[in-house]
């Protein structure tokens, strides 16, 4: 793999230069803590300080087969000298673990280790460029010194992987949460992209991506088992730009490209530099772009129209054509999550994004869509069916504000929602299905996730029978302190 060409031309001739711009700012901080006076939900999205630990107090019964650990990954600095990020995606990635034991349910969290966040520290200030916030005081010469770790948390083979989408995986101790080191699948790719969302093999590895709009090119991984690489490709895909998520089915791989321009722009952070080219007379299409499995090139791109794309289910073969999951935002969604910073929220997600799932027919090139859902994100399937065939989707819904507030189990050949709304006074975070153990069906399982008590401040581990989400859940494990908003993490069972 050309790893200098890949780097190089994502990064630009600047990259090792020092500059002295910076524009995560004061202003921006104090409006903040203003917004924070008068709506104290916005705590959600306060900076944290140090590691976190403690027991949490259970409300319910906890389920005597659900054993194992929780994790969790997230930003959780956005603050530092006085300044703060202008973006939710710029922090610095908080690990947590929820451990359940002996009828017990435990927390603990900690920053990654980054090499950001080690230099930053000792700086005292913001040194360095992130998703949405300009900041140039110091050099850099690779993706990994920019690195957040802030995506998710992956238990593989043993070891614990912090990920983010524009660097290498962080190892941590699975135990302790605490950051083992950068992590080099192989020496030609170190500091590659390697995305935050991998998914698993059915005969055992995973597979996994890297984009970097400035080359054009997607990074493509196939690892084993036991953590060998595979395989691994360069797949050019013309007009690039921010890619977080894919699907993958038993034959391909399924990437969309939101339409957006990837603008020049000295001094613009990432996100600065794109441009939403899914509006107006010469609106672009979202592209879905096909790899297959066994030759890892693009076997066909299709059209749909023009929206942005964050996460995406399932994907599955259904004879001639491919089927997947996906939630569809309607426009350019990313610098509106940006306002949150500064304590704006959103405005409501009703209408403004909806769960369909994709047909690809190859033989006609064309893809259709049908709904399954309303405004909802954070899609997820039982382990045991990923890549195959499944009908039970699980998901978040948004209730009358810009929160998420609800969680579900959509079945996708009915329709039919079982869900439970937590209501006003609770923001939701990503929830996922865990089998118990030989599980007979999908719904055989628990759905697990975490759920943020906006009135009290404090951080609440959730657990749902998945046979019936509409019951409640069965046990809600309280801790005494407010947790970091998380993005998405995985359930290892004890």
Known sequence: MDRRRFLGAGLGAGALTLAGAARADQATRERFHAAMVRDRA??????TTGSQAGAAILSGRLPPDLQGSFYRNGPGRFELGGERYHHWFDG???????????????????????RRHTDESQAGQFLYPSFGTHVARRGFRDNDTLNAANTNLLPFNGRLYALWEGGSAHELDP??????????????????????????????????????????????YQIGAAGQVLRTALVPIARLAMVHDFAVSAKHLIFMIPPYDLVAGEGKSFLERHAWAGSGPDARPLRIVVVAKDTLAVRQEFELPPDMVFHFGNAWEDGDCTRFDVVLHHGDVLAELGGLMAGRRPSTLQGRSETVQ???????????????????????????????????????????????????LVDTDSGKVD??????????????????RHARSETDGYLVGVAQDLRKGVGVMTVFDAACVADGPVVLARLPYRTPHCFHGNFLPA
């Not at 170190?190 to 990074?219: E, I, V």
């Open 42 to 47: 916005l705590g959600v999205y306060a900076d």
């Open 358 to 408: 994709v047909c690809l027919d190859y033989a006609s090139g064309r893809a259709s869509t049908a709904r399954l859902f309303g405004a909802g994100e954070f899609p997820r399937v039982m382990p045991q069916v990923v890549s195959s065939r499944h009908r039970r989707l699980a998901l978040l819904g948004a209730g009358r504000g810009a929160e998420l507030s609800s969680v579900n």
């Open 419 to 436: 869900g439970h709304d937590f209501g006003e006074g609770w923001q939701v975070e990503e929830h996922i299905l865990v089998p118990r």
């Open 92 to 114: 610095d990635g908080f690990a947590q673990r929820w451990t359940i034991a002996g009828g017990e349910v435990r927390h603990q969290g900690r920053f990654v280790a980054t």
């Open 175 to 220: 135990e302790t949460l605490a950051t083992l080191g950068v992590k080099t699948w192989r020496d030609d790719l170190r500091a590659m992209p390697f995305s935050a969302h991998p998914k698993a093999d059915p005969q055992g590895g995973m597979w996994n991506f890297g984009a970097l709009p400035g080359a054009s090119r997607m990074a493509l």
